[in-house]
């Protein structure tokens, strides 16, 4: 069994006047600490890691490495250039990391073979394990299901962040025992945990993340119409998280409670009128 139970919450990055606001990363980082989350990931989607530098991506991982024992810490790799991804990679690695957060590479859409290659590449380069990130919608690969199989099938790679929107893969990888799943799509979490996923890399978590870690520990103690109840408590702040491109939603609810500004990096726009209205009744 992998260290990549729970709810980890793939952490935003604030922003002020256009540079990283790391007083607010850390008091965010703080806070969900507070709330018992099982770790943090860095430099994700919802991270705006697209819009960061590779050098401002790594002071993130400094400045959350401060703060978190590394082996709560998982550090985002993602790029379509392959030699200028393992040059990173290899600088990630001089750090403490528990382990790495990979996609496929995006716009290139590599054949099976290639998706193959590409991930064994990274793992056979990494000291730490390797969450594969299936989210065909940002990246425009597809794994098709024995390829899945066939990558988990590597040692070094131990989870995989399922937003592949195909339960037949889902189902596939849980009764593989190759790997773990963490549920990677929010609105699916109950029904991934219930199946046997170990945890959920969630951004909504940011905002009542308490009622997320209670949820994931009922599913682990058996305790499914409490869960149930807690996920549908849940749903209408999950709903709210996505009606706009994340992490919009979500750095506007975390401004709300006065954690981070609500600041993002074009071509990112704030949230509209819609999502702040309805972000008033549950933050």
Request: charged share 15%; aromatic share 6%; hydrophobic share 50%.
């Amino acid at each position: 069994m992998s260290s990549f139970q729970g709810i980890w919450v793939p952490v935003v990055t604030p922003f002020h006047d256009g540079a990283i606001d790391f007083i607010g990363l850390r008091r965010l980082v703080s806070h969900l600490l507070e709330k018992h989350v099982a770790g943090i990931m860095v430099c994700t989607t919802t991270g705006e890691a697209a819009a960061l530098s590779r050098k401002e991506q790594l002071a993130v991982l400094d400045a959350v490495l401060q703060l978190v024992p590394a082996h709560r810490v998982v550090m985002g790799l993602a790029g379509n250039n392959q030699i200028e991804l393992l040059q990173f990679q290899r600088d990630i690695l001089q750090r403490p990391v528990a382990g790495l957060l990979v996609p496929a590479p995006s716009y290139i859409r590599p054949s099976q073979a290639g998706l193959v290659a590409f991930f064994h590449s990274v793992a056979d380069a990494s000291s730490v394990p390797i969450i594969l990130y299936d989210i065909p919608y940002r990246t425009g690969a597809t794994f098709e299901q024995a390829t899945l199989l066939t990558i988990v099938a590597h040692a070094r790679i131990v989870a995989i962040k399922d937003c592949g929107g195909n339960p037949g893969n889902t189902l596939a990888l849980l009764a593989s025992g190759e790997v773990d799943v963490l549920c990677g799509e929010d609105v699916q979490m109950f029904n991934a945990l219930c199946l046997g996923a170990t945890g959920a890399i969630a951004a909504s978590a940011h905002i009542q993340t308490e009622a997320f870690v209670a949820l994931c520990q009922q599913v682990r103690d058996n305790q499914l119409a409490e869960a149930r109840a807690t996920f549908f408590r849940l749903l209408p702040l999950i709903n709210t998280m996505f009606m706009e491109p994340n992490p919009a939603p979500v750095k506007a609810a975390l401004a709300m409670q006065g954690l981070i500004g609500s600041e993002l990096r074009a071509p990112m726009q704030a949230a509209g009128e819609a999502v702040l209205m309805q972000l008033k009744t549950l933050v």
